[in-house]
Structure formats: structure tokens, C-alpha cells
């Protein structure tokens, strides 16, 4: 399992949960890596996918594209200023962050591993099934006032990977679907699926800032703040095995969007 994060901590967490559970049958690699930084990131990455595709043989690829900020908050009126460069920093940070790299990202990932006839695989099929999980929202569907900034981001977000299962919805295995518990009828699996999943309202720093945050839309900060006090937030890892469910049975339409609640 490869983790990137910017926060060298974090991974260091990450990594030790990651092999404490898997109980010696999995191995995190960790790279440290700011995602919004695009004078770095395609050349890291790039660094990573090379030699993750060098790593071992395989017949499934999974990329969990998770990265992400709240970005700016507030009534879109008011967030930027003429001449206040600082506003338009921040703003481009953000796109560069929750929309450009995550773009990037995927397609760097869907090239090395579902396009690229070098990469060693263990399936009949003569390629790895590729999945890919953009981690969405409510957001992405729904305008949220004064998180335009992240709402506008999500909404790309989703709209890239469903073009990008579009893309590829032709491209079908042709394996017994007895080799795979969930094989369909017609014998064949797509060896390309997308899911935009959306994980709830998680109890993470990013809910903990909402939920603090003076100029959050009035009703949005009382139900973030009402959810907390009735202990509503959803546990990542709760979030998290529901998504393993949804990656395991594989029975989602690939490019859909999958809310927490909808399984």
C-alpha cells in the first residue's frame, strides 16, 4: 500500500494503523508529498507510479484520490478584494490542490496502469482491473452557501472522473466471471470503474473547523454543530469498510456518485 501525505507525521500514523491491521500482510510505503504544489507534484508522483508499477505483479490496481481542503469560506462576495493578490493565492492554491492535481493525478494512475502494456500482471486478462475512488460530497451535487469555493471543486472533481469512466466504458475482460465471486452474466468484468464516492459528515479536523467556523452559512454551522452534539459524525473507519464493501462486491455503475447513506 503506497500513502502520500504532506505531513510527514501523519503518514508515520497512517503507515503503523495500516500494518498493525493488515497483521503482516500488508506494507505501507510512504512518501511525503504536497499535492498543491504543482512545480513538484508530477514529477513525485510520476517518481511513485514508476516504482509502484516495478513493485510486483498484479491483477487489481485501486488509487483512493483523497486529497483535499475546505478552501476559502465565506459569502463569495466577500472573499476576494481588487488588488489583494494574497485572495487570489489562496484561491489558486485551492484549485490547484482539490481540482488540478486530483485531474492529474487520476490520469497519471489510469495511464501507468490500465494503458501501459508493461505493467506486470498476474490476470489472464493480460491487465490489472484498475479502480479509482474520487472522494467527493454532498457538495458536489448540492450548493452549499459559503463553501462555494469547495462546492465548485467537488462538482469538478465528479465531473472529470464520470468523463473519465465515459472514456472507458468499453473496456471489458474477457475472464470467466467464475474466477470472481462477483463475476457478471455475461462472463466479462470492466477492467476500468470509477466511483465518486461521498463519505458523510466525518469526524475530521476539516468537520471540527466547519463547525468553529464564524462565517459559515448560519444553517449549515447548526447543523454541523447540532450533529456533533447528538454524536452524528461517522467514524472514518466506519466510512472507510463501508467503501472496502462497495470496492468489494464491485457491483457500483461505474462514474456514479455514492453517498455514505445510499448503501
Same mark, same amino acid.
Given at each position: ?11 508515520? #500514523? ?13 506494507? $505501507? ?6 499535492? !498543491? ?14 516504482? !509502484?508499477?516495478? $513493485? ?40 490547484? @490542490? ?5 485531474? +492529474?493525478?487520476? &490520469? ?6 490500465? %494503458? ?24 458536489? @451535487? ?65 468537520? #471540527?473547523?466547519? &463547525? %468553529?467556523? &464564524? ?17 452524528? +459524525? ?8 463501508? @467503501? ?5 462486491? %464491485?457491483?457500483?455503475? !461505474? ?5 455514505? +447513506?445510499?448503501?
Amino acid at each position: 500500500m503506497v500513502l502520500i501525505s504532506r505531513s510527514a507525521e501523519s503518514l508515520r #500514523e497512517a503507515a503503523r494503523m495500516t500494518e498493525e491491521r493488515g497483521r503482516g500482510a500488508v506494507t $505501507a510505503r510512504c512518501h511525503e508529498m504536497d499535492l !498543491s504544489d504543482l512545480d513538484t507534484v508530477g514529477d513525485e508522483f510520476q517518481s511513485v507510479l514508476e516504482s !509502484s508499477s516495478r $513493485a510486483g505483479r498484479y491483477d487489481s490496481c485501486l488509487l483512493v484520490n483523497n486529497a483535499g481542503s475546505v478552501g476559502p469560506v465565506g459569502l463569495a462576495s466577500s472573499l476576494f478584494s481588487p488588488g489583494e493578490s494574497n485572495n487570489m493565492r489562496e484561491l489558486r492554491r485551492a484549485v490547484d @490542490l482539490n481540482v488540478t492535481s486530483s485531474i +492529474w493525478i487520476s &490520469a497519471q494512475f489510469t495511464k501507468k496502469f490500465l %494503458d501501459s502494456p508493461s505493467i506486470a500482471c498476474t490476470s489472464t486478462a493480460g491487465s490489472p482491473l484498475v479502480r479509482i475512488v474520487n472522494t467527493s460530497s454532498l457538495c458536489a @451535487l448540492e450548493p452549499f452557501p459559503t463553501m462555494s469555493i469547495y462546492s465548485a471543486g467537488k462538482a469538478g472533481r465528479d465531473m472529470f472522473h464520470r468523463a473519465l469512466a465515459k472514456e472507458h466504458s468499453t473496456d471489458y475482460s474477457h475472464e470467466d466471471s467464475s474466477s470472481h465471486p462477483n463475476g457478471n452474466r455475461q462472463g466479462r468484468r470492466q477492467m476500468f470503474k470509477v466511483l465518486n464516492y461521498a463519505p458523510g459528515l466525518c469526524d475530521t479536523q476539516m468537520s #471540527e473547523y466547519l &463547525a %468553529d467556523c &464564524a462565517v459559515l452559512d448560519e444553517g449549515l454551522h447548526e447543523y454541523y454543530t447540532k450533529s456533533k452534539e447528538d454524536d452524528k +459524525w461517522i467514524r472514518p473507519e466506519d466510512t472507510a469498510k463501508k @467503501l472496502i464493501r462497495i470496492i468489494d462486491l %464491485d457491483e457500483f455503475e !461505474s462514474g456514479s456518485h455514492v453517498d455514505y +447513506w445510499d448503501v
